[in-house]
């Protein structure tokens, strides 16, 4: 099929349906299908089009023109009407229309490749198809065989096909033709629709992709809407269902209504890009847990004593002792708590000694204020192992009524990347409902040793770059750190250098790849990620990691395995196949 999908802009559910009954039929796989093919002359009209122009080696070349809805005919005067009972007059038969195109293309044919060659010279025959109804009445205008309706699409289309050029060649008194080979079909193709699907470069279709993606789902518009309504929600959702584009709206429209607001998340990447997007947003403070209560807590009448102890205890102590009773403390004593609390990632925040600070912050505290929590409770609490079951009593011994929303369709990714995600990270039945958006195929690659695993990520990044992908754009993630990477022996790709996200002081410039744990790099998203270190996907725990790390990916994935974990793939794409695996 070129192209190989229909395009968006066909509006024609009779070609949609044809083109789906041609890409289906295992008897076509030699075949050349042409879609909506058009033509620069047509007999007297200076532009044309052929519905389909189907190729079939050892055969001959057939032109169709598609006719959906009812078909009526008047003193002569052919129509369509379509499924919204629209009446559609034509100025020729459907018969005329498709006899016009094939004889325009013999002529082109002929010019181009001359009157001895077998593009020339091959069986060239034409049909109307009429997928919704029985063929008109027999008349002089056609043959019979020349009109395909209904009944004759109930039989593999490759019949009907193979049927029509029989009928063809007896007419035209020539015997099969044996020279037409798949070498002269692809000539044809190559004059008619030069390979563009193939040539077009990856960053092409990545930014075409991208301009689908980023849209707000009509679930989560209602979402938003339902939220102005109720104080208290807890908003659940597994990866990719917009849960933080969904917080970082109700952010904005806090701010046009000036009601004060904390938008917090557990890691720092993440915090770090919600503070760069709600900045110059009034009464907003936003970011990672830690930092905006270390920021609160500077203005505090505690700031000396809290910033002695944080230089006196261990890391450990800081996190679960000293953050939890200073924040609490200062936020209880505060006159100016905030008028709205919105938590994103809450898997990994929902843990008392977080709540117990954020309580006190919030004006009314969590029974009686103001507050969205949104989280993944499926497989993505990599931080704390909380369950939805347990972040759910936690709350409730808070707040006892609170508005409960669930997100369910997936409207980050490609339909590709959700499905393998689903697929590779051990699920039984996809978590979510797969977006309409179609993408590039998710790339395996799989490695050997350390450095066959190094030679292949500097190949895959080398090729993304020379396919036109910015550097800003590709984001490398891995269950290590990266010092213990693949990536790390890869710093310096086509003078393009690798660089770490969670490098204090240092921003990310537009010439570099960047580099990121799967845990540091949570709740973020990139047009392009490159999966690298992965060893395992037969457990829970690696499994978590893909789930986190897969999902993460935008329009384009690629996946470097182990060759240890070829054989686990290969067993679940069999159960896939068996339909054990349900979408």
């Known amino acids: ?105 013999r002529e082109e044919l002929g010019n181009t490749f001359g009157p001895g060659h077998q593009a020339s010279q091959c069986v060239t025959g034409y049909a109307a198809v009429f997928p919704d109804v029985p063929s008109p009445p027999k008349t002089p205008e056609f043959e019979p065989w ?15 096909i193979q049927n029509l050029l029989k009928n063809q060649r007896r007419k035209l008194r020539v015997k099969k033709s044996p020279e037409f080979t798949s070498k002269t079909v692809r000539e044809i193709c190559q004059f008619l629709r030069p390979d563009f699907e193939v040539v077009v470069a990856r960053s092409t279709l990545i930014r075409r992709t991208e301009a689908k993606l980023l849209r707000l789902t009509e679930e989560q518009y209602d979402v938003l809407d339902r939220l102005a309504e109720n104080k208290r929600c807890l908003i659940k959702g597994p990866a990719g269902t917009g849960k933080t584009l969904l917080a970082l709206e109700h952010a904005r429209r806090s701010s046009a209504a000036d009601v004060r607001t904390l938008f917090v998340c557990f890691n720092r990447v993440l915090g770090d890009w919600l503070a760069t997007q709600t900045e110059g947003l009034a009464g907003i403070t936003s970011g990672s847990f830690h930092r905006c209560i270390r920021e609160l807590l500077l203005y505090s009448p505690h700031a000396n004593e809290f910033e002695e102890q944080v230089n006196t205890r261990s890391a450990r102590e800081i996190w ?78 808070y707040c006892p009524h609170y508005t409960r929303e669930r997100l369910t369709l997936n409207c980050r990714n490609t339909r590709q990347i959700a499905e393998e995600t689903g697929f590779l990270s051990g699920f039984r039945s996809l978590p979510y409902r797969l977006g309409h958006v179609e993408g590039l195929a998710v790339d395996y690659r799989y490695w050997r040793d350390p450095d066959h ?107 470097l395995l182990s060759e240890g974990a070829r054989s686990h793939i290969r067993e679940m794409t069999a159960r896939k196949l068996r339909d054990e695996w349900k979408r």
């Open 453 to 559: 695993q190094v030679k292949i990520l500097t190949e895959v990044i080398e090729k993304l770059l020379a396919d036109g992908i910015s550097p800003e754009d590709i984001v490398i993630l891995s269950p290590r750190r990266f010092e213990h990477s693949a990536a790390s022996t890869t710093s310096r790709i086509r003078e393009t250098n690798v660089h770490e996200l969670r490098q204090k002081g240092r921003s990310k410039a537009s010439d570099e790849v960047a580099f990121s744990t799967i845990h540091s790099f949570k709740g973020m998203e990139s047009k392009v990620v490159v999966m690298c270190d992965i060893d395992a996907v037969d457990s829970a725990e690696p499994q978590s990691l893909l789930y986190v790390g897969m999902s993460r990916a935008r329009s384009h994935l690629t996946v």
């Open 1 to 105: 099929m070129i192209p190989p999908q229909y395009d968006d802009s066909t509006s024609s559910s009779a070609e949609k349906r044809l083109f789906n009954l041609f890409k289906n039929d295992p008897d076509t796989e030699s075949w050349i299908v042409l879609h909506s093919l058009g033509l620069s002359r047509r007999s007297r009209k200076p532009y044309g089009e052929i519905d389909f122009v189907v190729l079939v080696p050892e055969g001959g070349l057939i032109c169709l023109e598609v006719k959906g809805g009812k078909i009526t005919c008047a003193d002569g005067v052919w129509s369509t009407t379509d499924r919204h009972g629209a009446r559609h007059q034509m100025k020729r038969s459907p018969f005329m229309q498709a006899r016009e195109g094939m004889f325009a293309l």
């Open 146 to 160: 020349e009109s395909i309706d209904q009944d004759s699409l109930r039989q593999p289309i490759s019949r009907t």
């Open 320 to 397: 679960n002792e000293v953050f939890p009773f200073y924040g609490e403390l200062a936020g209880s004593e505060s006159d100016v708590p905030f008028d709205m609390l919105i938590i994103d990632e809450a898997q990994d925040l929902l843990h008392s000694s977080a709540i117990n600070v954020l309580n006190a912050w919030l004006s009314g505290g969590l029974a009686g204020g103001n507050w969205i929590i949104g989280g993944d409770f499926t497989n993505q609490a990599i931080y704390s192992g909380n369950s939805e079951e347990n972040a759910e009593e936690l709350l409730e011994g």
